[in-house]
Every structure is written in structure tokens, then in C-alpha cells.
């Protein structure tokens, strides 16, 4: 039983506190203590509460305890009820007594109110007009009589508590000598130990007696001056409590003695780094406590007197929850709340039932307290609205029905609180928009009913949402995505579907969207329930599908290490968008990687563009954007052989890294940018069907020419050639876009896009494109600086002239075209004679003429092609001359016969099958017919006599016989063994049919020098037919000429007339 009051003054009030507190304190000052036991409104609805009773009527006579809810005893009452009622139990301790008290059923909003939520602006302007409804001012407060008293009252009672009760100065509880007394005891603690639980109760008792006897002076001098030693006591008391029993009531007390002291506004668990220490250790001591029903077995096993361990539990629970709302009864920044949900927070989130329904009942016992005495005052320090909003909504939502029910207590309050923190911080020029939000919420909670209401976690987002603003949104969504990690926590999927359900509503007013698809792609990899999963990735996706977002979005994605992991993987291939977005993300995406190419080529390649280029690929992979994939083919196509062209030769180790992105892992040795461009450009043709394009490319190894510096133009031709062939709706498409694209980017950027163009140059469209897009390009082209360049204007020129419209504008690039036969590079010289060739026959005499000069020069050009096709160039052009032209250019004619003549005898087939072909074409320009020997392909030596009647052939037809010796031997250095030969072979034979007088003129000494330096070539062959060959020369030089041998015969005949 409590202990007697006489001698303890007047009696006091009962004081302003939360759950009927009434701490005694000195008359001279009214006690400021919350309000307890309102009278439920009329449409309470009474819920069972057999768990933590938060209000309690006084103790009734009766010495058994029972724990009961009244509603359960009165549905009983018939039964065996009464019996279990009336059962005789052990007899308790004094100090336990207080758990015989009867339950009291708490008001709850029934199933057919809406009213009880006031969500009335004027009701909030009223409150605000008037500072006494509004602030809960110490008169008012004071003038209501409560005569019951609260459980730390009873504690304070039942351990003995009281001092004064023993004291001989009792008759003035407050005076100095009671106070030095009190003080004098508690120094004797702080110099000591507190080993037995008598010690520690005692020195609870004298400091909660001594917090009573403030303001005094002496007192608050002493307690401030000694608030870092009570912490420090009341920490050690608290850490030698076990943490899985209890039989003691320390703890409650403790409790009760931080309550006395906040009531006085002195705080014990606000501040310093050991204060915040001690309101940890204490949240915790208490939270993790065994569950009841653990508690009680353990009582069984290892009695403790008459010890009630079901009892104490509830007692002290109870008084920390009285601790916890002693805190805010003023609070009017709300800076003590703050700290309580910091606290409270990670227990809301216990995977322990128990746990987690002790830390959602003291939030809500706190937030009715905060809601009953509600004082606000700018500046607010809780800006964690939308936190607690989202972890009380799940809750709400617990598979357990006790957390359930206790959060929906909470948001019941919290959505009264809500509304006056918005009225009090919105600018008086929002509360309009105010207004509009809480009509939205009527609306919505006429819907369904306030029970309803409080047990979904999805309604209750839906309603707290029109309130929060930006910054509480991403928070509600943070703590969401948070909360999805746990994987044994039950409202796991509740917690995506609210997600979601949030992005939906909210689209538009989210600001920190980087944070939120941070967190879901740190968290995704911590989610196993395929559901969920999807979920969680649907929220990207709605957040991606917003134009708003997209850009943010795709930048935070794309900032994660490649390869991309399973998670990140399955988000890009998962998305779920509508189809008017789908188009939308895909071109933002490939946009990013467009603007990595349309900046200079550097050292090193932006990260982004490798990341962007595996995001392609996952997207293609996934296959969830097939509209979009097809619609964008053209530009997707081209920037990834663009992103091919810039990734040839490097490694990761030649892309620039964000700082710290492989903190946490290494960077891949074995991938490169080029791969990843290889594989999503593979993809792509798969995805859009390019099937046969894709197996030509594989049949002709055009992937590995696409990944080849020197061959990347060639893969880039056979993939531009096998779509023109099987899909020429795409190629045409690329045409068009490629007009445009030609003049922007780098210069990879735009030579694989004009490698691409070039070839596409050869469908029947390319005649629609207005000359300044084709012609005029090609010529600009030809004058650059870079020889690809002017290699693929002759291409584009060679497809060009197959269309006659296009053939005039051709025409005036044939000087341009001649001056490129000098060029040392063969493609350059072998395009340049195709386009002539087609061109020839619409050639003017004097462009004829000249480059006939310039295709004999190439006549024995070492390089087979370039020598072959010069010579199919220079027939062609003698079968275009006119008749009336053919006097200018027969010497051109007849001084090709003999190279013609030699290279019939070449090594290379194609060369010699060519020189037998032209000499043809020059005998009918000649009007000559040829003998047949010319066209055997077997090599002279094995036959001379061939040879010498080609020789005799030339020697009736030509003039100039010396002439054509000399150029013969030219052809004696020859790197080629078969043309020196033959020329040797042809100088012997054909000697024969020199002009002895033109001879002896210009001598044979200059002939005999070449021949005698071949008698030194290693080949036995030559040695053999150049010794016959000089032998011939100098016979015929000592031969007479027909002059010579008729002076002969006429001085012979005047001798034998003599």
C-alpha cells in the first residue's frame, strides 16, 4: 500500500503530466503536468488491451492481481469467469501490488466515423487565433482537478520512495535541512559503490525527492553541477540490469527518477555524447527484454519470492512509456521527439515481435501525449515527417495484430499533428493549396471507414501523401525502399505496393529522385521475393517514365560498375514502361552515349559511354522496349558502330573512372569497351529480326573486321551491303538519317557514318537526294586531308555514276579524279581508274589524251592490280577515240606495243592474259592482224621461233627499229625474272631486222653494255639467252649493210675484168 501523506504538507493536485503523473513539488510552484483520462468520444470503439495498459484507473480493494482486459472479463463474466476472478493467488509483494489494478479500454475511432479526424481549416485558423487552445497554457492546465495518480506516483509509493515520511522535518518537507540532507546522501553514492539493490534504490529515491524540491537554489546548483556523475550512475545501473530477466525493480525506478527530473526541464537523455549514451542503453534495456510470455517461464524456473515477473514487466514498461511522454509534453520545436523516434526507429524495425510491438506502442502513447499537449514554435527541429509517417503506415499493415493496432493509434494522432505542423509552417499565401490537400483527404476517408483506413498501410500513404512535401516525400520513399531489405520483416511486399502507390500519386513533386534509385539499387541485391523484386523495379520505372526524372534517373544508373551485376542486369532488362514512354527513355539513353561522340577524340573514353553502351545491351536483352528498339534502329545502329570505331585497341584501363566507383571491387581485366559495343550491336540485329544480316556478318567475319583498326571500314561495307540486300527499308531509313548525322561528331564519328553512307549510295533512293547532300559531299571529300576520306568519295562516286541522273554532275570531277591516278595509295589509284572506266566514253579528246600519258606510265607498275586495271583503262580509251581523232593518238598506240608486248610474258596471269588483250584493241586501232604467236601463253624461251615471227611481224609494220630496241631495253631491269627474259629474248631475235645504216649511226656499244650486265644475273636462263643475244648483236653489227656488199660485188667484178 502507498505510504501515509500526513506530514507531507497540503495535498496537492493532481499535476499536468502525461498519464495521470502527479510528482509532488513545492506549493509555491503549480505543477505543470499533462493531462491523462480524457472521457473517450462517443464513437470510441473499446479494443483489448492486454499488452501495455497506458492508462489506469485507481486501485480497487482487492488483493489478487489480474491481467485480464475488462471486455475479456465481462464477455466471461458467466462462467468460469468469476471463479478464475475470485481464484486465490500468492500473496505479493507490497511494491507489486499495483498490477491488481483493473484495465481501461483506450478510445479507438469506430468503423462508421470520419469525423473524428478534423480536417477543417477553420478549426486550425481558430486554434491559431487563440494562443490558450493552442499552447496549453499552465493555467488552464492547472485549474483541472485530476484526482487520479499516475503509475510513477504508485512506484515512487510501493518502493518505499518517500524520505519525508521518516523525517523529522517532515512538518516542512522542503526546507534547507531536509535539502542538505538529501544532498549530503547522494554525495555519499558519487564517492562510493552502489553494490546491493537497497543502495541504488535509495539513491533513486533521494534524487527523485531531491528534483521535487526545485527551483530551489541549493538544489539546482547541486544537480546541475553533478549532471555528468548522475548520467554516469544512472548508466552503470542501468548496464549491470540483465538484459534477459527481470526481478527488479531498478529499472522502473531509474525510469521514474528521469521523469521527476524532465518535469523540472531537466533532461538526462538530451545533449552531451553521454546523455544520448544512457537513452540508447536505456530504449534498449527495455525494448530487448524477453517477450511476456518468456518472462513468465522464467519466474517458473527460477523463483524470485513473490516476485511477479509479468507484473514487473508491465510496470516498468509502463513508466517508460511515462518517461518517454515526460519528454514532450514541451516540446514545442519538437526537438525532443526528434530524438525519441532517432531511438526508437531501429525497434520499429525489429524482426522480434516483441520488440517491435513494445517500440510502435511507446511511439504511439507518444504521439497521443505530443497530440494532447501540442505547443509549436518556429523554428521545428523534426524534419523527419515523411520517415515517420512511412514506418508507422507499415506498421500499420503488421502481420502481428497487437502492432497493428497500436500503430494505427499512432497515425490516428500523428494525422491530427501532421495537420497542424502544415498549418503552422506553410506560407499563408499556400493555404490555399492547404485547403485543396485536405479536402483531397476528406474525400478519401469518406471513402472508408477509419478502421479500414488505419489498417492498410496503402490508404494511409494515399492520405499522408497530399500533405508531404518534397523533401518528407523522398523520405517516406527512402524509408520504404529501407525497409524492403529485410527480408523476415512482413511488410515487405505491403512496403513496395506503398512504394509504388507513392510514385504513383506523387510523380510530380519528388525532388531528390538520385536518392531514392540510389538506395533501391543498393538494396534490390538484399531482396530474394521475385515479387518484390519487380515491384521495386516498377518504381524505377515509373520514376524513369516521367520526362521529368529520365535524364536523372538514366545518369544514376549508368554511374555503376561494368559489367553491370545480376541486379542492376534485371532492373534494365525488367523495365515496365507504357508505350508512349518507351521511345522516349530509349532515345535519353542512346543519347548519352551520342554525346560522348560528338566531342573530340580524347586519351581516355568517358566512362559513361561504355556504361551507356551496357545499358543498351541489357536493355535489347530484356526485350521489354521492342516498339521503341524498332523505331530508333537507324540511330541505335549507327552509334553503336560509332562506339565500336572509338573502343578498337582499349582497355578499361583507358576509360576515365569516376572516383571510388570500384572502391569496393576491381576493375575487370578481361573485359574492354569493345566488346560490350560488339555485343549490343549483335543484340540489336537480333532483336529487330535482322537475322540474315546478322549470319552474313558471322559467315564473312565481319565482326572481327568491325573490331580491326585497319578493317573497321570493310565491317562497316559488309553490314551497310547485307542490310541494303535483305532489309533495304532499314538501309533507306539510315540513309536519311545519315544525311544530317555526316557533318557532326569527331572524326571516327563521322568517317564509320560516311563508310555506312557511301555504300549506301548504290539503292535507287540515293537518286532522290538533292546533289549539295551527295555529289557535292563526295567532291569535299576528294580534297581532304585524310586518304579514307578520299577513298570512300571515289566509292560513293563509283555508285553514283551507275545512276544517270547523277552522271553530269560526275563529269565536273574528272580533272580532280585524273590528279588522284599519282596518289601513292593503291585504293585511292584503283577507284579512281573504275570511275574512268565508266566515264571514258563521254571523255573530250584532250582529257583522253592526257590521261592515256598517265595510265602508261603504270605500265610495269610493281603492284598487280593497279598494272592490270591501267591497262584495261588504256584499251578502253583507245576504243573511245573518234576516227577523226585517231592521228592523235596512234604513237601513244604504237609505243604500247612493246610493253604490251613483254608483260604478255608477266608471271601473273591476270597481267599477261590483260597485256594479250590490249595488244588486241591497239592491232584493230592499227588496222593490224596480229599473228597467232602473240596470244600463246607459254614463255618464249621454250619456243624462239614464235618469237622471232612476232619479231619479223614488227619489223615489216614499224619504223624506227632502233627505237623500239632502246625501249625494249628498258625492260632489261625488270625486277621480274620472266620480263627480263623475254626482253632479252626479243632484243636478239628482233636484231635481225635492224637498219644496218641507222645501226652503225648510233652504235651497238650501248646495247652490248646492257647485255653483258645480265651475263652477270644468277639465273642460268638469262645468262644463257643474253650471251646469244650479244653474239647476235655483234653479228649483226659486223654484218655489211646492202650499201656495203654492193661496193663489195662491184670492185670484185672490176678485178676479174682487169
Request: a neutral charge; charged letters at 25%; proline letters at 5%.
Amino acid at each position: 500500500m502507498p505510504l501515509s501523506r500526513r506530514g507531507r504538507g497540503p495535498p496537492r493536485r493532481a499535476g499536468f503530466r502525461v498519464v495521470n503523473t502527479g510528482l509532488p513539488q513545492a506549493p509555491a510552484h503549480p505543477p505543470r503536468r499533462a493531462v491523462r483520462g480524457a472521457p473517450p468520444s462517443s464513437h470510441a470503439q473499446h479494443l483489448t488491451r492486454q499488452r501495455h495498459s497506458s492508462e489506469q484507473v485507481p486501485k480497487e480493494p482487492e488483493t489478487q492481481a489480474d491481467f485480464r482486459s475488462e471486455k475479456w472479463l465481462q464477455e466471461h463474466a458467466g462462467g468460469d469467469a468469476g471463479d478464475s476472478w475470485q481464484a486465490p493467488r500468492a500473496e505479493m509483494d507490497s511494491r507489486h501490488r499495483i498490477c491488481s489494478w483493473k484495465e481501461v479500454v483506450i478510445p479507438y475511432a469506430s468503423d462508421s466515423d470520419s469525423g473524428s479526424v478534423d480536417l477543417q481549416l477553420s478549426n486550425l485558423e481558430d486554434i491559431q487565433k487563440s494562443p490558450s487552445s493552442l499552447e496549453h497554457t499552465d493555467t488552464s492546465l492547472s485549474s483541472l482537478d485530476l484526482p487520479l495518480e499516475s503509475l510513477t506516483d504508485r512506484v515512487r509509493h510501493l518502493t518505499h520512495e518517500d524520505p519525508f515520511s521518516e523525517d523529522p522535518f517532515s512538518e516542512d518537507p522542503f526546507s534547507e535541512a531536509t535539502i542538505e540532507k538529501l544532498i549530503e546522501s547522494i554525495q555519499e553514492f558519487f564517492n562510493g559503490e552502489l553494490k546491493t539493490e537497497n543502495e541504488k534504490l535509495t539513491f533513486l529515491r533521494s534524487l527523485s525527492s531531491l528534483s521535487r524540491t526545485l527551483p530551489d537554489e541549493t538544489t539546482e546548483s547541486f544537480i546541475h553541477s553533478h549532471i555528468a556523475d548522475i548520467v554516469h550512475i544512472l548508466y552503470i545501473l542501468v548496464e549491470e540490469e540483465p538484459l534477459h530477466s527481470l526481478f527488479s525493480p531498478v529499472r522502473q525506478v531509474i525510469f521514474v527518477t528521469i521523469t521527476d527530473l524532465s518535469y523540472q526541464d531537466i533532461h538526462l537523455l538530451f545533449g552531451s555524447e553521454d546523455r544520448v549514451d544512457l537513452f540508447s542503453l536505456i530504449t534498449k534495456s527495455i525494448i530487448t527484454l524477453p517477450s511476456e510470455k518468456t518472462l513468465t517461464q522464467l519466474q517458473e524456473i527460477m523463483p524470485s519470492g513473490s516476485s511477479n515477473s509479468e507484473c514487473l514487466y508491465r510496470q516498468t514498461f509502463q513508466v517508460f512509456s511515462e518517461m518517454l511522454q515526460s519528454l514532450v509534453v514541451k516540446d514545442p520545436h519538437l526537438e525532443n521527439f526528434d530524438i525519441i523516434f532517432k531511438h526508437m526507429e531501429p525497434w520499429l524495425q525489429s524482426v522480434k515481435d516483441h520488440e517491435r510491438e513494445r517500440a510502435t506502442a511507446s511511439m504511439a502513447q507518444v504521439l497521443k501525449c505530443l497530440y494532447r499537449h501540442l505547443t509549436l514554435k518556429l523554428p521545428l527541429q523534426f524534419q523527419r515527417l515523411g520517415q515517420l509517417v512511412a514506418r508507422m503506415a507499415l506498421l500499420c499493415g503488421d502481420l502481428l495484430k497487437e502492432v497493428a493496432e497500436e500503430a494505427a493509434e499512432g497515425m490516428h494522432y500523428l494525422l491530427h499533428i501532421t495537420l497542424r505542423l502544415k498549418y503552422i509552417t506553410e506560407d499563408k499565401k499556400n493555404h490555399r493549396s492547404l485547403r485543396g490537400a485536405m479536402k483531397k483527404c476528406q474525400e478519401l476517408l469518406e471513402c472508408l471507414s477509419i478502421k479500414q483506413f488505419y489498417s492498410c498501410p496503402f490508404k494511409v500513404g494515399q492520405i499522408f501523401e497530399v500533405f508531404l512535401d518534397s523533401d518528407e516525400l523522398c523520405q517516406f520513399a527512402l524509408t520504404i525502399v529501407d525497409g524492403l531489405k529485410n527480408l523476415k520483416y512482413p511488410c515487405t511486399q505491403q512496403s513496395a505496393e506503398l512504394l509504388i502507390s507513392l510514385v504513383k500519386n506523387a510523380e510530380s513533386r519528388f525532388e531528390k529522385v538520385p536518392e531514392i534509385i540510389g538506395v533501391i539499387c543498393a538494396q534490390l541485391s538484399m531482396i530474394s521475393q521475385p515479387k518484390v523484386r519487380q515491384q521495386v523495379i516498377t518504381t524505377v520505372s515509373l520514376f524513369i517514365s516521367r520526362p521529368k526524372y529520365t535524364d536523372i534517373v538514366i545518369s544514376h544508373l549508368l554511374y555503376h560498375p561494368v559489367p553491370y551485376d545480376r541486379d542492376l542486369a534485371e532492373m534494365w532488362r525488367t523495365l515496365k514502361v507504357e508505350p508512349p514512354s518507351t521511345t522516349w527513355i530509349l532515345l535519353r539513353l542512346l543519347r548519352k552515349l551520342q554525346k560522348c561522340h560528338d566531342v573530340p577524340t580524347q586519351e581516355k573514353m568517358a566512362y559513361v559511354a561504355v556504361s551507356a553502351t551496357e545499358a543498351l545491351y541489357e536493355v535489347f536483352m530484356g526485350n521489354k522496349l521492342p516498339e521503341a528498339t524498332f523505331q530508333l534502329f537507324p540511330q541505335l545502329l549507327m552509334t553503336l558502330l560509332i562506339q565500336i570505331h572509338h573502343s578498337i585497341g582499349l582497355t578499361m584501363s583507358d576509360v576515365t573512372i569516376p572516383a571510388g566507383l570500384y572502391a569496393e571491387q576491381e576493375m575487370p581485366s578481361k573485359v574492354t569497351p569493345l566488346c560490350f559495343a560488339i555485343q549490343a550491336t549483335k543484340t540489336l540485329l537480333l532483336r529487330t529480326w535482322c537475322l540474315q544480316e546478322f549470319h552474313i556478318m558471322e559467315k564473312n567475319k565481319g565482326w572481327t573486321l568491325l573490331a580491326r583498326k585497319d578493317c573497321h571500314l570493310q565491317g562497316v561495307s559488309l553490314l551497310a551491303n547485307a542490310l541494303l540486300e535483305r532489309n533495304h527499308v532499314l538501309a533507306h531509313k539510315i540513309l536519311y538519317l545519315l544525311v544530317p548525322l555526316l557533318n557532326r561528331g569527331n572524326d571516327k564519328h563521322k568517317l564509320t557514318s560516311a563508310g555506312f553512307f557511301v555504300e549506301l549510295l548504290q539503292s535507287p533512293v540515293a537518286r532522290r537526294l538533292p546533289s549539295i547532300y551527295s555529289v557535292d559531299r563526295l567532291k569535299d571529300w576528294l580534297y581532304h586531308g585524310d586518304n579514307v576520306f578520299k577513298i570512300l568519295a571515289l566509292r560513293g562516286l563509283c555508285y553514283l555514276i551507275r545512276h544517270r541522273e547523277m552522271s553530269e554532275d560526275i563529269k565536273s570531277l574528272m580533272p580532280c579524279i585524273l590528279d588522284l591516278l599519282c596518289e601513292t595509295d593503291e585504293k585511292i589509284v584503283l577507284l579512281a581508274i573504275q570511275i574512268l572506266l565508266q566515264v571514258v566514253r563521254t571523255m573530250d579528246f584532250s582529257t583522253l589524251t592526257a590521261m592515256m600519258r598517265a595510265l602508261f606510265s603504270f605500265f610495269g607498275d610493281v603492284r598487280p592490280d593497279v598494272h592490270c586495271f591501267s591497262m584495261t583503262l588504256f584499251g578502253a580509251s583507245i576504243k573511245s577515240v573518234k576516227n577523226t581523232d585517231k592521228k592523235g593518238v596512234e604513237n601513244q598506240v604504237l609505243d604500247s606495243l612493246v610493253p604490251l608486248l613483254l608483260y604478255s610474258q608477266d608471271e601473273n596471269d591476270a597481267v599477261a592474259e590483260e597485256s594479250r588483250r590490249v595488244l588486241t584493241i591497239c592491232a584493230q586501232f592499227l588496222k593490224w592482224k596480229l599473228p597467232q604467236e602473240v596470244y600463246c601463253k607459254d614463255p618464249w624461251y621454250i619456243n624462239p621461233s614464235e618469237v622471232e615471227t612476232i619479231c619479223k611481224f614488227l619489223g615489216k609494220k614499224c619504223k624506227g627499229k632502233v627505237n623500239i630496241l632502246a625501249q625494249t631495253l628498258m625492260f632489261s631491269k625488270s625486277p621480274k625474272l620472266p620480263i627480263r627474259r623475254a626482253t632479252v629474248l626479243f632484243v636478239g631475235l628482233f636484231s635481225k631486222y635492224l637498219d644496218r645504216s641507222e645501226l652503225r649511226m648510233k652504235g651497238t656499244k650501248w646495247i652490248e653494255d646492257d647485255l653483258r650486265h645480265l651475263l652477270h644475273d644468277p639465273e642460268p636462263s638469262l645468262h644463257i639467252i643474253a650471251s646469244q643475244a650479244l653474239f647476235q648483236i655483234q653479228k649483226v653489227a659486223a654484218e655489211p649493210g646492202p650499201e656495203q656488199t654492193v661496193g663489195r660485188l662491184r670492185k670484185l667484178m672490176g678485178c676479174l675484168s682487169t
